[in-house]
């Protein structure tokens, strides 16, 4: 049984004795960084972060040259864009910063961050947002420095960024004040009117004196004013856009019915007669108001989980202005780097933009893009993507893409574009709503022309009831509050959609297409068997792992990893043919690693049956065969059987060989199962389904099955822990969790059940309650009463997707555990 | 029931205190963070309050 580290739980490796001291006893560290960082917890009397907590960190990474690199955010230049300073400050110069916090995975983190913040000289305060993961600092400059603060943070495990508060940011938070703001009045208002509503509706036998009753139709008044107003605006501002437009939008109405009701009722009150309907007026802009906000909340929330991406590329690089002559350096602000211009990257630092490698030899962690997490090695002439971290050695690279150019930035509008893009149905809502308010305009004028002639004193009551108690928001508010919710929703599980259809066309799919290595399965690969037939099992690997030296397969991975211990050998020239192997020349041999079917040899391989098999082998024939496997997913059989239950038909496409594939599929119960698929037989396959009119839904990684994925109707892209969008997917799954999948179309189904729903209760409503008010049975309080209480249940319908409530911060996923790292090479 | 004239501009005098107060909470970004404080009050009891030292500039680890 092997002892788990007391810090990160991650199983302490053989050999490493590093102990943490806490109440006297000592518990295992699996590394020195894990050691460090739990010493300072404990040291500084926060060790309450242990009992607290609800979820394990990340292994902490012991990374050099860091206080050189945080040096970097003292200069007043990179200090620019995300520094303010204080007029005035009282002993110095206060100054305040936001931080993005990263590695923070439950509330006692965020805990755990602001006391050891607060607890430094110098800092003034330091508020942590559980919810965005933003920290707001406020330090005397003259007492501390930045770069002090965010090595603070580092010493008990964290990572914090300082952040841009880009304008779309601040915008986003202005809108937001704003609403809270018309809301707040709207309900206040809305709740006083009322108060003095009901007693005139209890005393209307006379035993009110009118100037009592005047009293009241005045207080509620001026009650009224405020929100009609203030916060009735939008609907104004929505109407008159849509005038000058000359289209019949949903506000239409809606603005009409609040002039109409807010102008008759005014005139009630100052003429002494009448009814007033202050109460419907401030009732129905609350509840309408409510509706849009928690659509706007909702949207929100969905985008979130990318735009922390983009603040993670760097403020500060290193340019070589004199390239090729590398002896002079200056640090600028990366947004002042231009394309062409070269920069040089340490070991440890992120890439200031998008470029390419003109000098230098090491490995990049891409995992923000492409979900691995295993280094991918950089030589001169190879690309490189801004906000990755460079990991072996130092590169000069020459800036080719720069801010919003950059891959990064893409991926933010990917998913920006998802939200924007309304799906098919939302669109027809659109479009039947306008008849809707066109005709509804009609049959008002009709409404009150007819009654003008037959009973002039109730024309204008009738009229306005008709406008008011019709409520189109159903079809505004219902689909756009549904989608939002669900897709809220989904995002909070970590199942992120990327496109406007995504969701609708999951709940239509007829036939899931699964991926195996990386989907299905790990893709942790891991050596497990080895046949030397000539030579060392020590000198196979070594000559393995220099031929597997920068590829990012999951298999070369493996087989590097099983070669650590050997000494490093090189190979030049490398050849890489996918789906084959690799062929390099190491000392002057040729050497192939790769399928059995690549270094030409025939016959039955001796390894167990249901490992993937690789050779390696020089020109005189076979040297060794290692046998890897990689492991299933949890639930992935659950997810097979959800799926199935659901109605939905199962396949597996595998570039893997057939055999492998046979036990896999026996174990997942997929009798469709087909192995041996290069990408173009996955392409032909998926189209011969949908020619029989399947609607398909691909799952695969983005990299390899790009194709396929664009041609399946619906694709779902598996990322390990990385918070990233592939271009090619409509929805990413974030976390390793495959039983998001069957969530994700249960969630999508129900989500199509519900908009049906709001659309037939609309219409119901509609067809009965117009035609009442026409005739005259309605009066206006009630008119306002049915509409808001119908907008009410139509958002409240549609809230019923979001599911059960999360009390960690949304909505970032628990990343899963890193392996402890690497040792450097 | 005359007392009323008092009473109810008075009540609206109130609101408008009310209305005042939210506003400034708005302002003062009291709203942002809607889960922070429903975690916080569970973590502040009877702990040790945390050490005040004067950071030491030491690197993280000695290679």
Known sequence: MSLNCFHCGEPVPNGSDYTIRLHEESHPACCRGCQAVAQTIIDSGNADYYRLRTDLPRTAEVALDELRQLKLYDLPEVQESFVQREEGGADGEVREASLILEGIVCAACVWLNERHLQRLPGVLSAEINFSTRRARVRWNNRVIQLSSILQAVREIGYHAHPFDTSRQEELFRKERNTAIRRLAIAGLGSMQVMMYAVPIYLADDGTMTDDIHALMRFASLILTLPVVFYSAVPFFQGAWRDLKLKRAGMDTPVALGIALAFAASVYATLTG????????????????????????????????????????????????????????????????????????????????????????????????????????????????????????????????????????????????????????????????????????????????????????????????????????????????????????????????????????????????????????????????????????????????????????????????????????????????????GVEGVIDGRLYRVGTPAFISVAGETPLSAGLTVVGLADEQGAIAWFGLGDELRPHARDLVDELRALGVRLHLFSGDRPENLRALAARLGIEDARGGMLPEDKLAAVKTMQATGAIVAMTGDGVNDAPVLAQAQVSI????????????????????????????????????????????????????????????????????????????????????????????????????????????? | MNILYLLIPISLVFVGFIAWIFLWAVKTGQFEDMEGPAHRILMDDDMEPPRREPPEAKPPAQS
Request: glycine fraction near 8%; charge should be neutral; aromatic fraction near 6%.
């Open chain 1, 273 to 580: 007669g009448g009814e007033v309907y202050y109460d419907s007026v401030t009732m129905f802009v609350f509840f309408l108001l409510a509706g849009r906000f928690l659509e706007m909340s909702a949207r929100k929330k969905s985008a979130e989980a990318a735009e922390s991406l983009v603040k993670l590329i760097p403020a500060a690089a290193l340019r070589l202005p004199a390239w090729p002559d590398r002896s002079q350096e200056e640090t600028v602000a990366a947004v002042r780097l231009s394309p062409g211009d070269h920069v040089l990257v340490g070991p440890g630092e992120s890439f200031p933009a998008d470029g390419c490698v003109v000098e230098g030899d090491s490995s990049v962690d891409e995992s923000l893009l492409t979900g691995e997490s295993r280094p991918v090695g950089k030589h001169p002439g190879i690309a490189v993507i801004g906000g990755t971290l460079n990991l072996a050695s130092p590169l000069v690279v020459r800036v080719d893409r720069i801010g919003s150019d950059t891959v990064l930035s893409g991926i933010v509008r990917l998913l920006d574009r998802a939200l924007a893009e309304k799906p098919r149905l939302a669109l027809a809502a659109d479009r039947v709503a306008g008849w809707f308010v066109v005709g509804l305009l009609l049959i008002a004028s009709a409404v009150a022309a007819i009654w003008y002639v037959v009973d002039p004193s109730r024309a204008f009551w009738i009229t306005v009831s008709v406008l008011v108690v019709s409520c189109p928001c159903a079809l505004g508010l219902a689909a756009p509050t549904a989608l939002t919710t669900a897709l809220g929703r989904l995002t909070r599980s970590g199942l992120l959609a990327t496109r406007g259809h995504a969701l609708e066309t999951l709940a239509r799919a007829t036939d899931f297409v699964f991926d195996k290595t990386g989907t299905l399965t790990t893709g942790e690969f891991r050596l497990r068997e080895i046949q030397v037939l000539r030579g060392s099992e020590a000198e196979a690997l070594a000559l393995v792992a220099a031929l597997e030296q920068g590829a990012t397969h999951p298999i070369a991975s493996a087989l590097r990893e099983a070669a650590t211990d050997a000494p490093p050998r090189v190979a030049r020239p490398l050849r890489y043919l996918p789906g084959q």
């Open chain 1, 717 to 825: 892209a598996i990322d390990q822990g990385a918070e990233a969008a592939q271009a090619a997917a409509d929805m990413v799954l974030l976390s390793s969790e495959l039983m998001r999948l069957s969530e994700g179309v249960r969630v999508a189904r129900r989500t199509q059940r519900i908009i049906r729903q709001n659309l037939a209760w609309s219409l119901a409503y509609n067809i009965s309650a117009v035609p009442a008010a026409a005739m005259g049975y309605v009066t206006p309080w009630m008119a306002g009463l049915g509409m808001s209480l119908s907008s009410l249940l139509v958002v409240l319908n549609a809230l019923r997707l979001a599911g059960p409530r999360r009390t960690a911060a949304a909505p970032d996923p628990v990343p899963p555990l890193r392996p402890a790292p690497a040792r450097t090479s």
